[in-house]
């Protein structure tokens, strides 16, 4: 499963115990694989100043997830044509071990060997400031994630209006890519070729009366070009001073004229505005082959990406760090406030082994830890028994220090 529970208990012998007990039962009765989650000691500060952090944290762990989903989201997006590698690039960095610094990891493994990053968020500082170093750097990655997402949402708009142009019918597509130079009569002061749509059943009739619908018509000149279900495109020319009387005749003969003029520069311009889109939404999630020099040697990267995908490979894993950190840090500031001072607690990480095992899981862990809090223990069995001074939904309540973490990114 992709599914964690983050727990902590007070660090006394009791609840040590107690810790045991329940990776005994969880372990024999396969429930979850737990590991210690460690998390360093903060400068706590006063326990008003935790109580306001507690707020904000709650509030920045929503808004790092949901942020971290629409990133996912975004991988998928631009990887429309190649949707079976979206994982491999919605990975974290390996962890700060030596071996581990430049190897991406699945997130799974990122949370269960998670150790905190002294270096980027250096637990010596106040908490208040460790807080707001996160809550700058997702803000920051997502107002870089709008305005890039925006950019390319914009370039994946105009090449599908695009697109719908050549998709039309032979009344509405674009005609840049059908017609040829060599299809008109140009650069005449008297002649004018025109472009005519005619039914299928009526391409007989269109042979025989064309030449006659009006004046100054020139025999043999029409041509079939491109067909679609329902009708083809024929070239006539005539003069340009009957061009309306044409019109005219045609309409009554159920004949479309179409209002297109021979603009070679335009249909250049058509051409190769389509071809730029093209190229540049390839280019935002295209692989290439480069050669990069590490120490002496040179190398192949064989998974340098387009500019979107590359940037979204490279702040996906940042934003995910960050959110496991704001999670640490949640485990940390309401262990103080529900366990008091000094700080003394043990956070453990609990991996449910299936979606069918976790009622009973709960079960063992609000045995286990009963005593903490023998009132919300008893509120979990009674939905109708409420906590004092606690503003909390029962259900999201429980004896010991809970926080969920789910990896289903993209569900």
Same mark, same amino acid.
């Given at each position: 499963?992709?599914?964690?529970?983050?727990?902590?208990?007070?660090g006394?012998?009791?609840?040590?115990?107690?810790?045991?007990?329940m990776?005994?039962? &969880?372990? !024999?009765? %396969? @429930?979850s694989?737990?590991t *210690?989650? +460690?998390?360093?000691?903060?400068?706590?500060? /006063? =326990?008003?100043s935790?109580?306001?952090?507690?707020?904000e944290?709650?509030?920045?762990?929503?808004?790092?997830?949901?942020?971290?989903?629409?990133?996912?989201?975004?991988?998928v997006?631009?990887?429309e044509?190649?949707?079976?590698?979206v994982?491999?690039?919605?990975?974290?960095?390996?962890?700060?071990?030596?071996?581990?610094?430049?190897?991406?990891?699945?997130?799974?493994?990122?949370?269960?060997?998670?150790?905190?990053?002294?270096a980027?968020?250096?637990a010596?500082?106040p908490?208040?400031s460790?807080?707001?170093?996160?809550?700058?750097?997702?803000?920051?990655?997502?107002?870089?994630?709008k305005?890039?997402?925006?950019?390319?949402? &914009?370039? !994946?708009? %105009? @090449?599908?209006?695009?697109? *719908?142009? +050549?998709?039309?019918?032979?009344?509405?597509? /674009? =005609?840049?890519d059908?017609?040829?130079?060599e299809?008109?009569?140009?650069?005449?002061?008297?002649?004018?070729?025109?472009?005519?749509?005619?039914p299928?059943?009526?391409?007989?009739?269109?042979?025989?009366?064309y030449?006659?619908?009006?004046?100054?018509?020139?025999?043999?000149?029409?041509?079939?070009?491109?067909?679609?279900?329902?009708?083809?495109?024929?070239?006539?020319?005539l003069?340009?001073?009957?061009?309306?009387?044409?019109?005219t005749?045609?309409k009554?003969?159920?004949?479309t004229?179409?209002e297109?003029y021979?603009?070679?520069?335009?249909?250049?311009?058509?051409?190769?505005?389509m071809?730029?889109?093209?190229s540049?939404?390839?280019?935002?999630?295209q692989?290439?082959?480069?050669?990069l020099?590490?120490?002496?040697?040179?190398?192949?990267d064989h998974?340098?990406?387009?500019?979107?995908?590359?940037w979204?490979?490279?702040?996906f894993s940042?934003?995910?760090?960050?959110?496991?950190?704001?999670?640490a840090?949640?485990v940390?500031?309401?262990?103080?406030?529900?366990?008091?001072?000094?700080v003394?607690f043990?956070?453990?990480?609990?991996?449910?082994?299936?979606?069918?095992?976790?009622k009973?899981l709960?079960?063992?862990l609000?045995?286990?830890?009963?005593?903490?809090?023998?009132?919300?223990?008893a509120?979990?069995?009674?939905?109708?028994?409420?906590?004092?001074?606690?503003?909390?939904?029962?259900?999201d309540?429980?004896?010991?220090?809970?926080?969920?973490i789910?990896l289903?990114l993209?569900d």
């Amino acid at each position: 499963m992709s599914e964690f529970w983050l727990i902590s208990a007070p660090g006394d012998q009791e609840n040590l115990q107690a810790l045991e007990r329940m990776n005994t039962v &969880t372990s !024999k009765s %396969n @429930l979850s694989y737990n590991t *210690k989650f +460690s998390i360093p000691d903060f400068k706590v500060g /006063t =326990l008003d100043s935790l109580v306001g952090l507690s707020d904000e944290l709650g509030k920045l762990d929503t808004f790092a997830e949901s942020l971290i989903k629409r990133m996912a989201q975004s991988v998928v997006e631009v990887m429309e044509d190649a949707k079976g590698k979206v994982p491999e690039n919605l990975l974290a960095n390996g962890g700060l071990k030596e071996k581990m610094k430049y190897l991406k990891i699945d997130l799974t493994s990122f949370v269960t060997h998670f150790e905190w990053d002294m270096a980027k968020y250096p637990a010596k500082q106040p908490l208040v400031s460790v807080v707001d170093t996160l809550a700058k750097q997702l803000a920051q990655i997502e107002t870089d994630l709008k305005s890039r997402t925006a950019a390319y949402n &914009t370039l !994946k708009t %105009n @090449l599908e209006n695009l697109e *719908k142009k +050549s998709m039309g019918n032979l009344f509405t597509r /674009t =005609l840049s890519d059908i017609v040829s130079k060599e299809d008109f009569v140009l650069d005449s002061e008297y002649l004018i070729t025109l472009l005519v749509i005619v039914p299928k059943p009526s391409y007989t009739q269109w042979q025989k009366t064309y030449e006659s619908l009006s004046d100054m018509v020139v025999p043999r000149s029409t041509k079939l070009i491109a067909e679609d279900n329902e009708g083809g495109l024929f070239t006539v020319t005539l003069f340009r001073k009957v061009i309306e009387d044409f019109k005219t005749k045609a309409k009554e003969n159920k004949f479309t004229v179409r209002e297109f003029y021979y603009d070679e520069k335009e249909i250049k311009r058509e051409r190769e505005e389509m071809s730029r889109l093209l190229s540049d939404k390839k280019q935002q999630y295209q692989t290439s082959c480069v050669a990069l020099k590490k120490g002496s040697s040179t190398f192949l990267d064989h998974k340098v990406k387009g500019p979107l995908l590359r940037w979204l490979k490279v702040n996906f894993s940042e934003a995910f760090i960050a959110w496991i950190h704001l999670k640490a840090l949640r485990v940390f500031v309401e262990s103080v406030l529900r366990y008091g001072l000094p700080v003394n607690f043990q956070a453990v990480l609990l991996q449910p082994h299936k979606k069918s095992s976790t009622k009973r899981l709960r079960e063992v862990l609000n045995s286990v830890f009963r005593h903490l809090d023998q009132v919300a223990a008893a509120s979990i069995l009674d939905a109708s028994v409420e906590i004092p001074g606690l503003q909390l939904n029962n259900q999201d309540y429980f004896p010991y220090v809970y926080f969920h973490i789910d990896l289903s990114l993209l569900d």
